[in-house]
């Protein structure tokens, strides 16, 4: 059993042949698909999906690419699906902060992690970070932030050793390896050699993010064994091994027993 625990499988990019990708996925070894929310026009396309696919689970957040000017009405948005039905979702995501392409709301979007962390802590849920050159201002909320209840998974993670070191430090967080393990240049095989594996949990970030040798394409969950084979590598494990222990953090991360009948 492989558990793809980030997948943005609603999107656009998979409009025309959503069910073969499943079918891929399925036959690839694929049972689990956890889709994190983006803004609130996501949530409806997201929920269709869930209607349609088995083992599909969901994450309630915004992420922070859509903190703009009407980021305290999306928000608002958020939090009525998150607190209507909380049991629904296996997380609060993709929450987190990204400074690649632009700053200016840079305290809006410190303001919109730490209200999301929150509700994560008051509702006893893991949260997925997305991280884009904003490792430090991360780690500065989750320094005041975090606690023995806070647990999540830095998604696509990226960072260098000192980074992973310190992610791990706070004590209940996860890496989350997808396609860019399998870049020549990424430096995380390096990385991963000074982990252990029960600090790891697998996903493909789809439609973005294709392991080699998919690069520059579309992503999807049946690519996950790619980033399996490359770990396994690593690891000197078989693929077997590595998709058995990934499932294993990923079901106690996300208490992913709870949704057996979804």
């Known amino acids: 059993m492989i558990i793809d625990t980030h997948a943005h499988l609603y999107a656009e990019e998979f409009s025309e042949d959503q069910t073969e990708v499943f079918t891929r996925a399925v036959a690839a070894g694929v049972h689990y698909f956890l ?23 969901p994450m309630m957040g915004l992420h ?29 995501g993709e929450i987190g902060m990204d400074l690649f392409w632009d700053k ?3 305290e809006a979007q410190k303001i919109v992690f730490r209200t999301q ?12 970070i997305h991280a884009r050159d904003a490792f430090d201002e991360i780690f500065e909320i989750l320094d005041e932030e975090n606690d023995e209840t806070l647990k999540g998974v830095f998604h696509c993670f990226t960072g260098n050793l000192e980074q992973a070191n310190k992610i791990l430090d706070y004590g209940g967080f996860k890496l989350g390896i997808g ?18 594996l029960k600090h790891l949990v697998v996903e493909t970030d789809a439609p973005y993010l294709s392991p080699a040798p998919f690069r520059g394409k579309r992503n999807e969950s049946a690519y996950l064994s790619y980033i399996i084979e490359k770990i396994s590598g690593i ?13 294993q953090n990923a079901i106690e991360l996300f208490q992913l027993e709870k949704f057996k009948s979804n």
């Open 117 to 128: 962390i929150s509700w994560a802590k008051k509702l006893k849920l893991p949260i997925a």
């Open 235 to 247: 690891y000197n494990l078989s693929d077997a091994i590595i998709a058995e222990v990934t499932s």
């Open 104 to 106: 200016t709301f840079i």
């Open 64 to 92: 922070p690419s859509y903190v703009k000017e009407n980021w305290m009405e999306e928000l608002k948005i958020i939090e009525t699906h998150l607190f209507k039905n909380p049991s629904k979702y296996c997380a609060v």
């Open 179 to 196: 396609g860019v393990i399998t870049y020549k240049n990424s430096g995380l095989t390096e990385v991963l050699n000074s982990v252990e």
């Open 35 to 57: 889709l994190p929310n983006i803004n609130s026009e996501s949530i409806p396309l997201m929920e269709k999906l869930m209607k349609e696919q088995k083992n599909t689970i």
